[in-house]
């Protein structure tokens, strides 16, 4: 599944994140919980070069704990400032602010010594739909920044104060020009991160249903009360969670589409349970 999906506006926050940058102290890149790595912009790293970097583990409270629990210690690691949020409950604007002073300790020790009083300037981003714009509501505890459960709402950059310490600039959601990668491809539109109207809905779903067959399938079964899920026949699994919902065309024929949608949305929603599709990889294999 080769995707080239890449709007005009992603190019111009392109341009305009390199020009921002160089006022930028710190750069805090909202990932989701459930995929880390798939939910990584490459881009970034050449970007953000240089500049201090943080990582936010967003949409915790659908994600598999034990596996976020991995994720932290794997990115604390490899060097990374990095904390788990959720951004529809709130309550780590205290985690978050210590994370900022960890990450930029060395720029607010210069300040100190030459007497320098300034706010820590920081660039929130991440790819769309990952829930930046709610994380900064949630700090600052009002609805600011424009916020909703579909990519590409954010169009355009928007400043912020907390606490009179932090600049937060929020910027578009920025994906990378081309996604080769099928697995990373599937696991992008399984969040909703690339639109379901390019992409076929049932092929969608039965692909999420070969996923979540490695280790969540007994959610799946238990929510739809189905015998149990063929990776190898994903279709049939679908049509037999149609069946069971009673989603009917006409001369009995099952609404598969409906269901697909109906499963995504579940999915997305955390309604089959916390899950997360991807683990970092173990000792032996690094």
């Given at each position: 599944?080769?995707?080239?999906w ?34 990584r ?6 970007l953000?070069a ?5 990582l ?14 991995r ?6 690691a490899?060097?990374?400032?990095v ?9 780590f ?11 930029c ?94 992409l ?12 979540l ?21 994903p ?6 969670m149609?069946r ?43």
């Amino acid at each position: 599944m080769s995707i080239n999906w890449y709007p005009g506006h992603m190019a111009k926050t392109r341009r305009l994140m390199l020009e921002d940058l160089k006022n930028i102290d710190m750069v805090c890149e909202i990932r989701d919980a459930r995929i880390p790595e798939s939910s990584r912009n490459p881009d970034l790293a050449e970007l953000a070069a240089g500049k201090n970097r943080m990582l936010v583990l967003n949409r915790e409270d659908q994600a598999d704990p034990a596996a976020t629990a991995r994720w932290i210690q794997y990115y604390k690691a490899a060097g990374y400032t990095v904390m788990a949020a959720n951004s529809q409950r709130g309550g780590f604007l205290n985690g978050f602010t210590k994370a900022v002073e960890s990450c930029c300790a060395g720029l607010l020790e210069r300040n100190a010594q030459k007497g320098v009083n300034r706010t820590i300037k920081i660039m929130i981003v991440g790819i769309p739909n990952v829930g930046k714009s709610s994380f900064i509501n949630r700090l600052l505890g009002r609805k600011s920044a424009i916020a909703a459960d579909r990519p590409g709402v954010t169009r355009s950059k928007q400043w912020f104060n907390l606490a009179g310490k932090y600049d937060f600039m929020d910027t578009p959601g920025m994906l990378w020009p081309k996604i080769d990668d099928d697995a990373t491809g599937f696991k992008l539109a399984f969040m909703g991160t690339i639109r379901d109207e390019i992409l076929d809905i049932e092929l969608l779903a039965c692909e999420l249903l070969k996923v979540l067959s490695v280790s969540y399938s007994e959610s799946v079964v238990k929510r739809y009360g189905i015998t149990g899920i063929n990776p190898d026949m994903p279709y049939d699994t679908l049509e037999e969670m149609a069946r069971r919902r009673g989603f009917l065309l006409g001369r009995g024929q099952l609404d598969t589409e409906r269901m697909a949608r109906i499963f995504l949305e579940e999915f997305r929603s955390g309604r089959l349970g916390r899950m997360t599709l991807e683990l970092p990889p173990l000792k032996e294999e690094l």
